[in-house]
């Protein structure tokens, strides 16, 4: 039995119970706040859009939730809080990065280029910072540490969070849990994770469902990672059939003890709105956060995947990977 950091307080992994493993409440791409024509950030307002958004998950027994939504995408973890308490479901946040080209950089490249730090030590400490001690005032401690790459490449920077992650994982038992581009770069995150001193057990390599060949999957999963086809629903990149087609593959063929499962959904978002074109919103419709529960699992069952082997990937690995 391991303790978790909750955005409650710690909690025992036998306790998390079925887990979506890769959802965010709330985020805001860096530079929303530099849009004049953006609302004004109103946790209030985004309460009940969250509420609504999520609630409908614990009718399918959904008992915990890791948001992962580092910092530089605008992370709120007193509303992750409120939010715990009124769904009554577990939340789990994130500390660590999102990719170079997306994410908040300028600071840290700043006191790089001035030679004030050594920028892979820094990262390194800020995570040791929201495990150990929490984040900000908040008292809240992060549960997972959160590290994103390129499409088909890993930046020096990138690199630097990589193993700036691997080593606050192995020090303090957190899981490490991934962004891939479009599913690339997959067995070069595991690797540099490991190389760098994580222990595969402790490693989920995300967006791995955005590649539909099994062999490069085994790649992946044959360095002792588990993965995510976390992105049901997200249709503007991947068709769900190619996901559920390239999951049931890797399920017939022993990997069940490696796969977890979620949507990456997004709550609500910062900004000044507007939707999508019209295409796109069609690609999108069956995008929510019981998307896998209304009809990813049915269609699983429909290619002779069992109960047993949703179980296990739906509350054994997650439990397992803390
Ligand atoms: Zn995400």
Redo the contacts with the bound molecule.
Sequence with gaps: MTLINTVLGPISSDELGLTLV?E?FAVAYSGWECDPLSRPYNREKMVPLCLRAFGPVKDYGVRSIID??PADLNRDVDLLRELSEKLEINIICSTGRYTEEMGRWAYLKVRRQNKIGDIMTEIYEGFMQEITAGIGASGIKAGVIKVATGHQSISALEEAVLRAAARASKETGVPIIS?TEGGTMGPEQAELLIQEGADPKKIMI?HMCGNGSLEYQKRVLNKGVSIAF?RFGIEMFVPDEVRVTTLTGLLNIGYAEKIMLSH?FIGCSSGRGGRLPEEGQQKQAHWSPVHIFRDIIPALKQSGITDEQIRTMMIDNPGRLF
């Design positions: 890769h965010h992962a939504t962004h995300g976390d990456d």
